[in-house]
């Protein structure tokens, strides 16, 4: 069964950092580009970050550039978001997504909750 | 940055009933060497993720109902519901992968009436 699990979340202060984990498995993990989507409390859905198979190239939303730094490890089928300087407006649920070869996001995680909050 | 803007915000239709939702783009997201619309509409209930239900604007994924259909081209964008039920109550977005960032409608939320 193709699935994305994502763990990490929590509670974390003002300021602080968090790493996000979302593990891969079903499907040839280092094949396909990841996202990352946010969803703030009874929001919309909000695009985080992406990266492409091998993690050479990455790109942000302009609210987390500079912050956020998406990675992967194919050896480990798991992608990551690191979360530094995080603010109240960073609480959401996150999302990871595999983007399929031709550009869209087909699968989606369950999603772990992330609340910025002192 | 494309934005997307859906209408309506949300909608109350009765069961069997044709459900309309709408999706504008603020730029073409129609790509001119394979004239293909990259542009996908989900499905999100309370608790869940988004699922899939539509891509290139107008592919159903597969196990979605023939119920759904999606409709349009360039900037102007349709997600039908021919006969409403009463799992499609839900919120629905479209969302562009035209370019980073890859973004998506505000969400309508569809009812039954």
């Known amino acids: 069964e193709v699935q994305l699990v994502e763990s990490g979340g929590g509670l974390v202060q003002p300021g602080g950092s968090l790493r996000l984990s979302c593990a891969a498995s079903g499907f040839t993990f280092s094949s396909h580009w990841m996202h990352w989507v946010r969803q703030a409390p009874g929001k919309g859905l909000v695009w985080v970050s992406r990266?492409?198979?091998?993690?050479?190239?990455?790109n942000y939303a302009d609210s987390v550039k500079g912050r956020f730094t998406i990675s992967r490890d194919n050896a480990k089928n798991t992608l990551y978001l690191q979360m530094n300087s995080l603010r109240a407006e960073d609480t959401a649920v996150y999302y990871c997504a595999r983007r399929d070869s031709s550009g869209y996001l087909d699968i989606w995680g369950q999603g772990t909750m992330v609340t910025v909050s002192s | 940055d494309i934005v997307m803007t859906q209408s309506p915000d949300s909608l109350a239709v009765s069961l069997g009933e044709r459900a309309t939702i709408n999706c504008k783009s603020s730029?073409?997201?129609?790509?001119?060497?394979?004239?293909?619309?990259?542009l996908t509409w989900y499905q999100q209930k309370p608790g869940q993720p988004p699922k899939l239900l539509i891509y290139w604007a107008s592919t159903r994924e597969s196990g979605v109902p023939d119920r759904f259909s999606g409709s349009g081209s360039g900037t102007d964008f349709t997600l039908t519901i021919s006969s409403l039920q009463a799992e499609d109550v839900a919120v629905y977005y479209c969302?562009?992968?035209?370019?980073?960032?890859?973004?998506f409608g505000q969400g309508t939320k569809l009812e039954i009436k």
């Open positions: 730029q073409s997201v129609l790509y001119s060497s394979n004239n293909k619309n990259y």
């Open positions: 969302q562009q992968y035209y370019t980073t960032p890859y973004s």
């Open positions: 990266i492409n198979t091998d993690g050479s190239i990455t």
